[in-house]
């Protein structure tokens, strides 16, 4: 983009560490004025903005975007925004991602970026939004929040693609991708790569966080603590073939050696406590069907057996019952039900 080019209009949906560090890049990159929306933080975010101790950015004190809400805003036929940033959890049984982000998305102009977890997530919003272009970031940016601090320790590094929707412009596509892309690397210090095939690298993605995600939170064990008490060969490295497994046959071969480097991926020397496991220690419900149902219905259609997949999803889904029913999401059924895996 030139100097003489306007700066983007962005409005990041969920500002946790991961929402509140996309927020800083975009600022940062001199390019674009973004929104952040807020909900439990709104008010300390008003008043006092973020602490942030940043690997990328270094130390940013009291710091803010462009303009903080409490709520998605409606859209503005004057000035629409040019891309939706989504980075808040995708948890089905909980919130609507394509009601909550409507109100902001003009058709035919708005990219909606989705900067979260899970496999097959972009179905969804295509089909509630069936002129705009979605792009697809599965990000591995290690940021945390807490009481407005937010600590940033992890490079901010990560793949960038189309999914592409049938009804859009293939090269309309490509332009709102490469743009997005050049404003966010517009800081030279963050990494954002454009890929032709984004759903390779959110397979690459689930084959760590569809068995580290689930057997830490069903156990309450951090990575190193499964390893060590004998997960990993039992249960980590027979899921996560099956997972390799299940991508192949979805025509995505992450090749041979995609278990010993996802296992290497967190040292055993790393206590890496994983996201499932932070939901079930604050007691919040879990991203259960986008990192591991959503797999297991390829599975299904696919054909693949995943016996150590399908065990782990079943007591993975009797700890999201437990979350919801504590916060009054689930009721518990008078009678037990026949239900099918999925």
Not at 68 to 77: K, S, T, W
Not at 176 to 183: G, Q, R, S, V
Not at 233 to 256: F, Q, S, T, V
Request: hydrophobic residues 45%; glycine residues 8%; aromatic residues 8%.
């Amino acid at each position: 983009m030139s100097h003489d080019t306007p700066k983007r209009r962005v409005l990041v949906i969920g500002s946790g560490g991961v929402g509140t560090m996309v927020s800083v890049a975009l600022e940062r990159s001199g390019q674009a004025s973004v929104t952040a929306v807020l909900r439990s933080n709104y008010e300390q975010f008003v008043q006092n903005g973020f602490e942030i101790e940043s690997i990328d950015h270094g130390k940013l004190s009291s710091w803010r975007p462009s303009a903080i809400l409490n709520a998605v805003p409606l859209a503005d036929p004057n000035t629409p925004f040019d891309y939706v940033i989504v980075t808040m959890k995708n948890i089905p049984e909980v919130n609507n991602i394509p009601k909550i982000i409507a109100p902001a998305i003009t058709p035919e102009h708005t990219a909606i970026v989705l900067f979260q977890n899970g496999l097959y997530i972009e179905p969804p919003i295509i089909a509630a939004f069936p002129t705009n272009v979605v792009l697809s970031a599965p990000t591995f940016l290690g940021a945390h929040e807490h009481n407005g601090h937010v600590v940033h320790d992890d490079h901010d590094y990560f793949h960038v693609g189309a999914f592409h929707n049938p009804t859009v412009d293939s090269a309309f596509e490509r332009a709102k991708l490469e743009e997005f892309a050049t404003i966010y690397n517009g800081s030279k210090v963050v990494d954002a790569n454009v890929v032709d095939d984004i759903v390779f690298y959110r397979w690459r993605k689930v084959i760590w966080n569809g068995i580290f995600n689930p057997m830490c939170a069903i156990t309450q064990l951090d990575s190193a603590a499964v390893r060590r008490f004998g997960g990993e060969h039992g249960l980590i490295r027979p899921g996560m073939a099956e997972m390799a497994a299940i991508a192949k046959a979805d025509g995505y071969d992450l090749g041979p050696g995609i278990v010993d480097e996802m296992i290497d991926v967190t040292p055993i020397e790393l206590s890496f406590r994983p996201s499932m496991l932070v939901d079930v220690d604050k007691g919040n419900p879990m991203e259960v069907e986008v990192i591991l149902g959503n797999a297991l219905r390829v599975a299904r259609a696919k054909g693949v057996q995943t016996p150590v997949l399908d065990s782990t999803y079943r007591f993975l889904k009797l700890t999201q019952a437990r979350l919801l029913a504590a916060r009054g999401l689930l009721v518990e059924p008078k009678e037990v039900p026949k239900v099918d895996l999925i």
